[in-house]
Every structure is written in structure tokens, then in C-alpha cells.
């Protein structure tokens, strides 16, 4: 399911009512679709609910790794790094690299893994279900340039 939505009630309609709809967050930008940049999930399910679809689905469809600490399961690429080098190279801004950690509730590092990540903070898809972030929109648009070529 992939190319791009636009509807000028700013809304975006399921398939069948119940599955995700792709669509290219350029138009998102644009202001032709809704706020979420990724899927459009019926109403009746709780917005924790949607957000955990979301990030289950960037696992799926772009290839992402979880980027909190300290499950294992990481591998190298798309929104996750082996290396301060490999993050600064593929990173979307080498220059906000840091190592995955857990911070306590004060905020001190009780844990870490020699995994870097360039989108920062707590508020990613792929950290806490929130919000797509550069990383998480180059995969998307990695994704959509293999579909707009014919290759999905």
C-alpha cells in the first residue's frame, strides 16, 4: 500500500477500517494529510494503543531497531549504529550521536550498550512510541522511493 494520500478534510481513511495506510510524510508537511505521519488506526483503539501499533510497525515495514536500553536485538543501519563512526557516517546528525543508555528517575545512567543512535531524547517512535523523528522519516522515505520505483 504505497504511494500518497491527500484529502481535504485532512484525514486520512483506513483500509478496510482497520489496517495501516502508508502514506508520504511530505505531504504531512504540506499540511494534505493528519498528524500521524505513518498509519491511521480506527478511533476506538486507545492512542497508547495506536502509538505501540506504530512503533511495532517501524520495526516491520522500514527495518528499525528499538533505540531505548537494554533488550538486545540491535543490528547496525537504519536508526541504530554499532559505532560512534557508524553513526556520525549514516546518522541523520552525526553531530547529536549518543550511546543507548537507562537513566534512573533522576536521570543518572544505571545502564548502557555500545549502540549509538543520532535521534536524541525520549520522544521517537522507536524509544517511547511518541514521535517520528529524522532517523525513523529517512527510513520511511527509503521505503517509499522502493515503492514509487516499483519495487514493493
Known amino acids: ?11 486520512v481513511t483506513a ?54 536500553c537494554c533488550d538486545g536485538g540491535y543490528k547496525d543501519g537504519v536508526n541504530l549504529y554499532n559505532s560512534l563512526k557508524s553513526c556520525q557516517d549514516k546518522g541523520s546528525d552525526w553531530m547529536s550521536c549518543a550511546m543507548i543508555d537507562l537513566r534512573d528517575k533522576m ?19 522507536m524509544y517511547n512510541n511518541r514521535i517520528e523523528n529524522p532517523d525513523d522519516l529517512r527510513a520511511s522515505d527509503a521505503l517509499f522511493a522502493k515503492c514509487l520505483g516499483g519495487g514493493c
Open 1 to 11: 500500500m504505497c504511494g500518497r494520500i491527500h484529502r481535504a478534510d485532512r484525514t
Open 15 to 68: 483500509f478496510r477500517e482497520n489496517l495501516p495506510i502508508f502514506y508520504d510524510h511530505r505531504a504531512h508537511r504540506l499540511g494534505q494529510a493528519n498528524e500521524t505521519n505513518i498509519l491511521t488506526i480506527q478511533r476506538k483503539y486507545p492512542q497508547k494503543q495506536r502509538q505501540i501499533i506504530a512503533h511495532e510497525l517501524h520495526h516491520a515495514a522500514f527495518d528499525e531497531s528499538d533505540e531505548y
Open 107 to 125: 536521570g543518572m545512567v544505571i545502564d548502557s550498550r555500545p549502540w549509538w543512535r543520532s535521534d536524541t531524547g525520549t520522544a521517537d517512535v
